[in-house]
T-cell receptor, first 112, second 111 residues
Framework: DAGITQSPRHKVTETGTPVTLRCHQTENHRYMYWYRQDPGHGLRLIHYSYGVKDTDKGEVSDGYSVSRSKTEDFLLTLESATSSQTSVYFC???????????FGPGTRLTVT | TQLLEQSPQFLSIQEGENLTVYCNSSSVFSSLQWYRQEPGEGPVLLVTVVTGGEVKKLKRLTFQFGDARKDSSLHITAAQPGDTGLYLCAGFKAAGNKLTFGGGTRVLVKP
């Protein structure tokens, strides 16, 4: 199993509060991704990183920001959480083959 | 509108039966991946197909990539309760350097 951890695993927060989710890898992989998974929508890419301090937007990036100051950590921040951001968030990594991604266990976020 | 459409969305069968899941698109992909996801866990990569017409087998699972690299199928022979899960296809386009996921097919194999 790829060494990927996500924290926290579960979080409940109130509308308007900032939230940061962390993804940590021990594989030294170059690429890291943040997805959200919602019923009927499958997995949708939020942001991804192709190296330290190199990030780009995915298809549902509005309301989210990311940072990658170290190879092993990729942070996802919701600056002001909204109820529409209630979802399960997955981090993924890949090495030389961006299309073969390995996923973390997920973070269930509820915004009330 | 999803770029990759999976069908059916849900499939319930008895142990020992066969099943096929389809993944279709109007776009051409450089490669296509199949993942399986169990409740409370992240998706796990099963296979990658790259060449049009390619067929790969993983025990009782057979994966096929369409000749035009626009579609794929997953066939499970003699399904077992352990095959229960959410099956996701994902297409990769080299130009975008990103995966696009289908909506998933939820498979339930009853003993």
């Amino acid at each position: 199993d790829a060494g990927i951890t996500q924290s926290p695993r579960h979080k409940v927060t109130e509308t308007g509060t900032p939230v940061t989710l962390r993804c940590h890898q021990t594989e030294n992989h170059r690429y890291m991704y943040w997805y959200r998974q919602d019923p009927g929508h499958g997995l949708r890419l939020i942001h991804y990183s192709y190296g330290v301090k190199d990030t780009d937007k995915g298809e549902v990036s509005d309301g989210y920001s990311v940072s990658r100051s170290k190879t092993e950590d990729f942070l996802l921040t919701l600056e002001s959480a909204t109820s529409s951001q209630t979802s399960v968030y997955f981090c993924a990594i890949s090495s030389g083959s961006p299309y073969e991604q390995y996923f973390g266990p997920g973070t269930r976020l509820t915004v009330t | 509108t999803q770029l990759l459409e999976q069908s059916p969305q849900f499939l319930s069968i008895q142990e020992g039966e066969n099943l096929t899941v389809y993944c279709n698109s109007s776009s051409v992909f450089s490669s296509l991946q199949w993942y399986r996801q169990e409740p409370g866990e992240g998706p796990v990569l099963l296979v990658t197909v790259v060449t049009g017409g390619e067929v790969k087998k993983l025990k009782r699972l057979t994966f096929q990539f369409g000749d035009a690299r626009k579609d794929s199928s997953l066939h499970i022979t003699a399904a077992q309760p352990g095959d229960t899960g959410l099956y996701l296809c994902a297409g990769f386009k080299a130009a975008g350097n990103k995966l696009t996921f289908g909506g998933g097919t939820r498979v339930l194999v009853k003993p």
